[in-house]
């Protein structure tokens, strides 16, 4: 019931720590190393924004070449094999994986990596759920540790005011 379900809200249960554990086997040990390290955290994000069209995904390449330092783009050739269809249900779970790593990047290394995640959501002129959560999770989760400004909140009393954007 919705009860039940509230009163569990904060409060983990064993089977949630099964079903990490669980998520977490199911991936590849390579990529497990990946989310632990840096360049290689910085290279599964990349790999996780890269379209299935072959156009757009060949355009994201370029823009992964240019803009990305040389150890993520060759981290991205190494694990592609790993992550071709990867499931949606893992996609999230592995990106929280990366946090810790992604922490470690220099204030510099983060803020080229932003930028180039950025240019590979936006390389088919489209933002996906997706793509908009993967950057709500990374801004939520890093903005403040590189110490740039956060957004400032809106505060919305009715739809009217924004029924353009609804």
């Known amino acids: 019931t919705a009860a039940a379900l509230l009163a569990s809200v904060g409060e983990p249960m064993r ?3 099964d079903r990490a554990r669980q998520l977490i086997d199911e991936l590849p040990e390579v990529v497990r190393q ?5 360049v290689g955290a910085c290279a599964l994000v990349c790999l996780l924004l ?3 069209t072959a156009e757009i995904r060949r355009r994201q390449i370029e823009l992964l070449k240019s803009s990305a330092h040389s150890g993520v783009v060759a981290e991205v050739e190494a694990l592609s094999g790993y992550l071709p ?4 249900r893992l996609r999230l779970p592995l990106v929280e994986l990366c946090l810790p790593a992604l922490r470690r990047l220099s204030g510099e290394q983060y803020r080229r ?3 180039t995640i950025d240019r590979l959501a936006q390389a088919d ?7 908009f959560a993967l950057k709500t999770l990374l801004q939520r989760h890093l903005e403040a540790y590189y110490g740039t400004p ?3 909140v809106a505060q919305i009393y009715g ?3 924004v029924a353009w954007e609804c």
Do not use: I, V
Request: glycine share 10%; aromatic share 10%.
């Open 34 to 38: 990946a989310t632990r390290e840096p």
């Open 150 to 152: 956060g957004k400032r």
């Open 85 to 88: 269809d990867w499931p949606p």
């Open 50 to 52: 890269l379209d299935r």
């Open 15 to 17: 089977a949630h720590a």
């Open 159 to 161: 739809l009217r005011g």
């Open 125 to 131: 002129g489209q933002l996906s759920l997706f793509e």
């Open 113 to 115: 990596f932003n930028e």
